[in-house]
């Protein structure tokens, strides 16, 4: 079949039974996408410009890091990546509910699996942690729901919003704190500051494990967030790596990640 072909027969597909699946997959979380979401700052600016705050890890925070990831086995990176920003989230919210705009491939069934290309859908990870517990136990709860996600990752992020506006009886906005994306390249040691920030989210946050190195990257609107708000969101994740490293089973509610001055 063509890749025409197959992206009709998704199609078909989402308006039969894989859409309602799809649907009753997210109606079981309408509560979690439409709790309040992370507050702007008061600092921010009126433009939309999109701004970026870029960061190499010092040697002994690419240490603490590797030593979250070594201790905290029964997770993936990636999963690891999502409960660290989503820590960081919950702790700036009135509610213990993060939520994470994550990139899913998109592709359902083995014929699609074997189209050239890359099909981009970003859709809600929404977690409500134990804060009594430790961080393994939120690194395990963020991957086995990414796990769940991808049984339903072709239903379109456009027809998640179209389902919460039938509850809300308006539009709604996209329901992300923030979009969260790791990228590993072992052939990479360096990268530099390229100011790509397109502003397609209000806020994204962005690891890049190159070689031994790694790289943070706070993409932010500027009508949404401030260079200081940024700046501080960066010195809490990095605040809260050097804690885990230490104190990994430090019940989530009890850890203070305010940045050292």
């Known amino acids: 079949k063509s890749a025409e072909q197959l992206a009709q027969q998704a199609r078909d597909e989402l308006r039969g039974a894989r859409g309602k699946s799809g649907a009753a997959f997210w109606q079981q979380r309408h509560d979690l996408l439409l709790s309040k979401p992370m507050p702007k700052s008061s600092d921010r600016a009126t433009t939309t410009t999109a701004k970026r705050v870029f960061q190499k890890l010092t040697a002994q925070q690419t240490a603490a890091l590797n030593a979250i990831e070594e201790n905290v086995k ?33 592709r359902y069934g083995q014929e699609n699996q074997r189209v050239m290309g890359c099909f981009a859908n970003v859709l809600p990870l929404a977690i409500q942690p134990d804060l009594a517990a430790g961080f393994t136990a939120l690194a395990q709860q963020v991957g086995r729901e990414m796990l769940t996600i991808l049984d339903v990752q072709d239903y379109p992020l456009s027809r998640v919003l179209h389902d919460l506006s039938r509850v809300t009886h308006s539009p709604v906005d996209l329901p992300f704190d923030a979009v969260s994306t790791i990228e590993i390249n072992e052939d ?38 401030s260079k200081k708000w940024a700046d501080c969101f960066a010195g809490r994740l990095l605040t809260l790596i050097d804690v885990l490293a230490t104190s990994p089973d430090k019940p989530l509610g009890e850890i203070d990640i305010l940045p050292t001055e």
């Not at 360096?190 to 990257?217: H, Q, R, T, W």
């Open 74 to 106: 029964s997770a993936t990176p990636t999963a690891i990546w999502n409960a660290l920003v989503l820590t960081v989230i919950i702790h700036l919210k009135e509610n213990n509910i993060g939520i994470l705009g994550q990139p899913f491939s998109g």
């Open 188 to 225: 990479i040691h360096e990268i530099e500051n390229v100011d790509f920030a397109v502003g397609k989210f209000p806020l994204m946050v962005s690891l890049y494990k190159c070689g031994e190195n790694n790289f943070i990257a706070i993409e932010y609107l500027a009508s949404t967030y």
